[in-house]
């Protein structure tokens, strides 16, 4: 074998060398992302002004317009965090919000230039922004001057990644004294908690003065009197902003603060869950007006006496009582509760519809399981709340719901002091009273005493409540790794316009989460986008919608949006009027009554189906409540049309139980187009109806959903029902066709694409199965023609 001489091999491996350095192009490091935009190039309502100072020349601000703002949009290659640099020009310190993507504007403070257009100063703050299209907001503050010259964003190298925010604040002023002397140092506690607490913006505001941090320090203000502060806490790219008042009390005059406190206790060792009773005692001469709490597990009430159910598990358990006084440091005393009769095997009970608090009659039923149930045909709404004591630990529990239901339907479950209500389907037992049928679902329970309300929902078929049981699912606890964002299409939607609002979840376990969106007239939607319209006046609103999965506690988003104008009022900005039923349009015969509104109604005791056409002018486009006062003898039903449409099918009117002496209102909600509007309402078979006037929106309400396309109840002829909706991409569709008649069935999407059709003939009730195959996700419109009607119904296809 051969070798090379020493200075061959030398000049070899120096050549490889340099062939493997010059074959690595990429740098050793990459710059991170920087963009600069400039105030007069963004979205903004202050003036565009010249200055040779600027750095493009050209300024956003106006010395006197003390609330204009400056909105920059761009794109960013990643989610992470970003420096933004603002270079602007102030006389002196100056305050401005700073929102970020519509979230809530918190306030920052930038230091002084000492000149307004000569001498600029530039600020940076930190902001989480994500991949894609982002909006930064700054907007000065009344009594503030700030002329906006450009802002630079920067990310900030390795913080990509998801943005998190956990991070919950519970202020309150440190040693919960709510009375100082005057001058006396405050300190007040935003309680924060959570991993990203550091990350949060804390800030404090009250009584002129502003102070950031989680603990703040300051003098009582030297007048005395009632005082509240105002804490701000934010993390840009976050939903869950928030302000909570800490109030407190400055007196002159000096406390008793002689006291002592303790506890009269029923049972020292009570059996488990036994009912428990616990009062105040007090000595001393500070007692008069002293407030006393009890804390402990799965406790916090207040009060001299507090009654509670003892632990679900053997241990011991330790109480404070609490004793508080304006002017006074809280005083407090324990005592210890010894558990050791409970029981080792998983939780489980049932409880009895009849045995539970409810709103519906209770009936004889030899095939219930306690010979009893709850529940009314009449009654699509009533509910049932099973109080379920001695839950031994906190986590999934099974819960089976037995009942009896003619045909598919859904109930409203509400778990404790949830906001949002769990929307659940229910197959159809088939029968009111002879075959009942189960459905087991999971739900997160709190150790000791948990609150289960069942309640039907208007436009479904009424459920007869037979019981509940529980059961504790030991083992491994569902994954709840998940969590949702939701914007609007658009933040600030024109008067009375149309938008929606979609719900995103991201996490690995967001397989089985549904959707509900509500306000706070808790109308709730069981989707994941819905239909919004935008109010028809000037204003901030908002929805929230909460994502919950079964066995997991729901987690809530609130998005914001805003109407800015509308039109004016007379020409096309109308949103409010009555109409009497006399002055209007109709078939139905008109009659004298002293009762009425106007002297006046419409209708006839024997001819259930005439109709009123009520004109409305000159109103703004938008969604309306509609107050309809009527007499009916027995309960009855109206359809309503708006311009020739079907937009409810069926309104249950409650009886007023007279034809001509007791009227009563009832209230739905319409969608109608700027201008002039006709609201027919027709009667159904059925009570007959008499009109007497309509009243159509109000100076008071707030963002409203857009209109269901349905608002069914329970007739002789279910309307058309859709289910699973939201839909992976097959659904069943179930509507009533008497047997010899011939119709059909349609699937379209918005825009009028034809995805589905099928000619069908009668035979009473149908179930139809629908599979939509390579249909994208979206909003489609299921429609069955009938010889004599037609009934449509929106589906969301999830994909």
């Known amino acids: 074998?051969?070798?090379?001489?020493?200075?061959?091999?030398?000049?070899?491996?120096?050549?490889?060398?340099?062939?493997?350095?010059?074959?690595?192009?990429?740098?050793?490091?990459?710059?991170?992302?920087?963009?600069?935009?400039?105030?007069?190039?963004?979205?903004?309502?202050?003036?565009?002004?010249?200055?040779?100072?600027?750095?493009?020349?050209?300024?956003?601000?106006?010395?006197?317009?003390?609330?204009?703002?400056?909105?920059?949009?761009?794109?960013?290659?990643?989610?992470?965090?970003?420096?933004?640099?603002?270079?602007?020009y102030a006389e002196r310190n100056s305050l401005v919000t700073v929102s970020v993507n519509g979230g809530n504007p918190y306030q920052i403070e930038l230091p002084a230039s000492h000149s307004w257009n000569i001498v600029s100063a530039e600020h940076t703050i930190e902001v989480n922004l994500t991949a894609g299209n982002n909006r930064i907001r700054i907007k000065e503050l009344p009594g503030y001057d700030v002329r906006q010259d450009k802002v630079c964003w920067t990310e900030i190298p390795g913080t990509g990644g998801p943005i998190t925010c956990d991070f919950q604040v519970n202020p309150h002023v440190v040693g919960n004294i709510p009375s100082y002397r005057p001058g006396q140092t405050v300190t007040l506690d935003a309680g924060c908690t959570g991993t990203d607490c550091d990350a949060a913006s804390l800030s404090w505001f009250g009584n002129n003065t502003s102070l950031s941090g989680a603990v703040v320090s300051f003098d009582a203000p030297a007048t005395p009197g009632d005082y509240t502060y105002t804490l701000f806490a934010n993390k840009s790219g976050c939903p869950n902003d928030t302000s909570i008042n800490v109030s407190f009390r400055v007196d002159v005059t000096p406390a008793d603060c002689d006291f002592t406190v303790g506890s009269i206790v029923s049972d020292y060792t009570p059996t488990c869950t036994q009912l428990m009773s616990v009062s105040a005692e007090c000595s001393g001469t500070g007692c008069p007006g002293l407030t006393f709490k009890l804390t402990g597990p799965d406790l916090n009430g207040t009060g001299n006496t507090i009654n509670f159910h003892a632990p679900s598990q053997n241990g011991t358990y330790t109480y404070t009582r609490t004793g508080s006084k304006p002017g006074c440091p809280d005083k407090t005393s324990q005592f210890q509760l010894t558990i050791s009769d409970c029981g080792s095997t998983p939780f489980q009970a049932c409880i009895e519809a009849e045995d539970a608090q409810g709103n519906a009659p209770v009936s004889e039923d030899a095939n219930a399981s306690g010979g009893k149930t709850r529940g009314g045909k009449d009654l699509p709404d009533y509910y049932v709340e099973y109080v379920v004591w001695g839950v031994q630990?906190?986590?999934?529990?099974?819960?089976?719901?037995?009942?009896?239901?003619?045909?598919?339907?859904?109930?409203?479950?509400?778990?404790?002091?949830?906001?949002?209500?769990?929307?659940?389907?229910?197959?159809?037992?088939?029968?009111?009273?002879?075959?009942?049928?189960?459905?087991?679902?999971?739900?997160?329970?709190?150790?000791?005493?948990?609150?289960?309300?069942?309640?039907?929902?208007?436009?479904?078929?009424?459920?007869?409540?037979?019981?509940?049981?529980?059961?504790?699912?030991?083992?491994?606890?569902?994954?709840?790794?998940?969590?949702?964002?939701?914007s609007p299409s658009v933040y600030d939607p024109a008067c009375g316009s149309q938008f929606t609002m979609t719900a995103n979840c991201?996490?690995?376990?967001?397989?089985?989460?549904?959707?509900?969106?509500?306000?706070?007239?808790?109308?709730?939607?069981?989707?994941?986008?819905?239909?919004?319209?935008?109010?028809?006046?000037?204003?901030?609103?908002?929805?929230?919608?909460?994502?919950?999965?079964?066995?997991?506690?729901?987690?809530?988003?609130?998005?914001?949006?805003?109407?800015?104008?509308?039109?004016?009022?007379?020409?096309?900005?109308?949103?409010?009027?009555?109409?009497?039923?006399?002055?209007?349009?109709?078939?139905?015969?008109?009659?004298?009554?002293?009762?009425?509104?106007?002297?006046?109604?419409?209708?006839?005791?024997?001819?259930?189906?005439?109709?009123?056409?009520?004109?409305?002018?000159?109103?703004?486009?938008?969604?309306?409540?509609?107050?309809?006062?009527?007499?009916?003898?027995?309960?009855?039903?109206?359809?309503?049309?708006?311009?020739?449409?079907?937009?409810?099918?069926?309104?249950?009117?409650?009886?007023?139980?007279?034809?001509?002496?007791?009227?009563?209102?009832?209230?739905?909600?319409?969608?109608?187009?700027?201008?002039?509007?006709?609201?027919?309402?027709?009667?159904?078979?059925?009570?007959?109806?008499?009109?007497?006037?309509?009243?159509?929106?109000?100076?008071?309400?707030?963002?409203?959903?857009?209109?269901?396309?349905?608002?069914?109840?329970?007739?002789?002829?279910?309307?058309?029902?859709?289910?699973?909706?939201?839909?992976?991409?097959?659904?069943?569709?179930?509507?009533?066709?008497?047997?010899?008649?011939?119709?059909?069935?349609?699937?379209?999407?918005?825009?009028?694409?034809?995805?589905?059709?099928?000619?069908?003939?009668?035979?009473?009730?149908?179930?139809?199965?629908?599979?939509?195959?390579?249909?994208?996700?979206?909003?489609?419109?299921?429609?069955?023609?009938?010889?004599?009607?037609?009934?449509?119904?929106k589906i969301l296809l999830t994909r």
């Open 393 to 486: 630990v906190e986590g999934p529990h099974a819960i089976t719901f037995r009942y009896y239901a003619e045909a598919n339907t859904a109930v409203e479950v509400k778990i404790n002091d949830e906001v949002p209500a769990h929307k659940i389907e229910l197959p159809a037992s088939n029968s009111w009273n002879i075959v009942w049928t189960e459905r087991t679902l999971l739900f997160t329970l709190k150790k000791g005493v948990n609150m289960i309300r069942v309640k039907g929902i208007p436009g479904y078929s009424p459920v007869r409540q037979d019981r509940i049981c529980i059961e504790e699912m030991p083992g491994t606890p569902p994954s709840c790794d998940f969590n949702i964002t939701a």
């Open 1 to 88: 074998m051969k070798t090379c001489t020493f200075l061959i091999c030398f000049l070899l491996s120096a050549i490889a060398s340099f062939a493997t350095a010059s074959e690595d192009h990429s740098p050793s490091n990459t710059a991170p992302f920087t963009v600069c935009l400039e105030a007069e190039n963004a979205n903004g309502d202050g003036p565009v002004s010249s200055d040779a100072n600027a750095s493009n020349g050209l300024t956003r601000g106006f010395r006197n317009s003390s609330d204009y703002f400056v909105e920059y949009q761009t794109d960013v290659p990643s989610t992470a965090k970003y420096q933004v640099t603002l270079r602007y």
């Open 506 to 793: 991201t996490g690995p376990d967001c397989g089985s989460v549904y959707y509900n969106w509500y306000d706070d007239g808790g109308f709730a939607r069981y989707t994941q986008t819905i239909d919004v319209t935008a109010p028809s006046f000037v204003g901030s609103f908002y929805l929230s919608v909460s994502a919950g999965k079964d066995g997991c506690a729901q987690k809530i988003v609130r998005v914001p949006y805003w109407v800015t104008s509308c039109p004016p009022p007379g020409g096309g900005g109308v949103t409010s009027a009555c109409v009497e039923a006399e002055h209007s349009a109709s078939n139905g015969a008109g009659s004298s009554d002293p009762n009425a509104s106007n002297g006046q109604t419409r209708g006839s005791q024997n001819n259930y189906d005439y109709y009123v056409d009520y004109q409305v002018t000159d109103f703004a486009a938008g969604t309306y409540p509609v107050k309809l006062r009527y007499y009916a003898e027995a309960q009855a039903q109206v359809v309503v049309s708006v311009n020739g449409n079907i937009v409810i099918s069926a309104v249950q009117l409650p009886p007023t139980n007279s034809w001509n002496i007791v009227a009563r209102e009832e209230t739905f909600w319409v969608t109608l187009v700027q201008g002039q509007n006709t609201i027919r309402i027709q009667g159904l078979p059925g009570a007959a109806v008499r009109q007497d006037k309509i009243c159509v929106g109000n100076s008071q309400n707030n963002a409203r959903m857009a209109a269901p396309e349905s608002l069914q109840t329970q007739t002789d002829v279910p309307l058309l029902q859709a289910y699973p909706n939201p839909a992976p991409g097959e659904f069943k569709a179930v509507f009533h066709l008497k047997t010899g008649e011939t119709g059909s069935m349609q699937v379209t999407d918005v825009q009028g694409k034809i995805w589905h059709t099928r000619n069908v003939s009668g035979k009473g009730t149908h179930e139809e199965r629908i599979n939509l195959g390579n249909a994208p996700a979206g909003i489609y419109l299921l429609q069955v023609k009938k010889p004599e009607s037609v009934e449509t119904k």
